[in-house]
């Protein structure tokens, strides 16, 4: 196999581990932090950011991957500097505003998900890094249904019952929502946010349970046919 093929997929490995590291600081330290902390917003877009780049120079070459990757996070990272501008052109009221920010952070997690999965499932070697880019690909599963949940909270009254934070402006409750998301994901469920509409019920759950089993079961599949393989050259 050629030097450079060998190469990219240490590059690829290890991005996947440095991804890790900057979901679990926006999930659990930047997330909560932005909530009461003006500052923790730009936290947060220098973590997207991070992801972006990450995304775009090592995990896809994917043109139109990148493009939607780059167009998701500059919305995201400029909203807050040229929203109000944008607003007073496009006629948006409060409501419009947060479901076109939410929509950008939908398409951009989506995005990574979908980048992080293909490599995580790929065929090849399974290594300490694609394993750890496993946990990344369960948190951000856990990070788009937070945005969900939040999406659904806008548009169905009382669709969660739970702490007053809930039912506040979404950059406020956003922290509650990812709480809630890995509860649920994980099965904890301590109780003190309730889902109250359909919609907010058992799916996200039930992917907590079939992931691991599901991942296990590829994993150990791909090491068999690598390590078969191997000894056949």
Do not use: K
């Not at 902390?37 to 730009?42: E, F, S």
Request: glycine share 6%; proline share 4%; with cysteine.
């Amino acid at each position: 196999m050629p030097q450079w093929i060998n190469d990219r997929d240490r590059l690829v490995d290890h991005s996947l581990s440095a991804l890790l590291v900057v979901q679990g600081v926006t999930l659990f330290i930047v997330v909560p932090l932005a909530q009461d902390w003006a500052a923790g917003r730009t936290l947060l877009d220098l973590c997207h950011l991070a992801f972006a780049a990450i995304c775009i120079a090592v995990l896809t070459r994917h043109r139109l991957v990148q493009m939607v990757l780059a167009a998701s996070i500059a919305l995201l990272v400029a909203w807050p500097l040229f929203g109000l501008r944008l607003t007073g052109a496009l006629h948006l009221d409060p409501v419009e505003q947060h479901e076109a920010i939410a929509g950008a952070a939908l398409v951009f997690n989506g995005a990574v998900t979908g980048v992080v999965a293909h490599h995580v499932f790929a065929a090849g070697r399974v290594t300490a890094h694609r394993i750890r880019g496993a946990v990344l690909l369960y948190l951000d599963i856990a990070a788009l249904f937070a945005i969900l949940y939040g999406i659904v909270a806008m548009h169905v009254p009382h669709a969660f019952t739970g702490p007053d934070v809930l039912h506040a402006a979404p950059e406020r409750s956003t922290a509650a929502f990812t709480y809630f998301s890995l509860t649920t994901i994980t099965t904890t469920g301590y109780g003190d946010i309730v889902p109250a509409a359909a919609l907010t019920r058992s799916l996200e759950a039930v992917i907590g349970q079939l992931f691991p089993a599901t991942l296990l079961a590829r994993l150990v599949g791909l090491h068999l046919v690598h390590e078969q393989r191997a000894r056949r050259d």
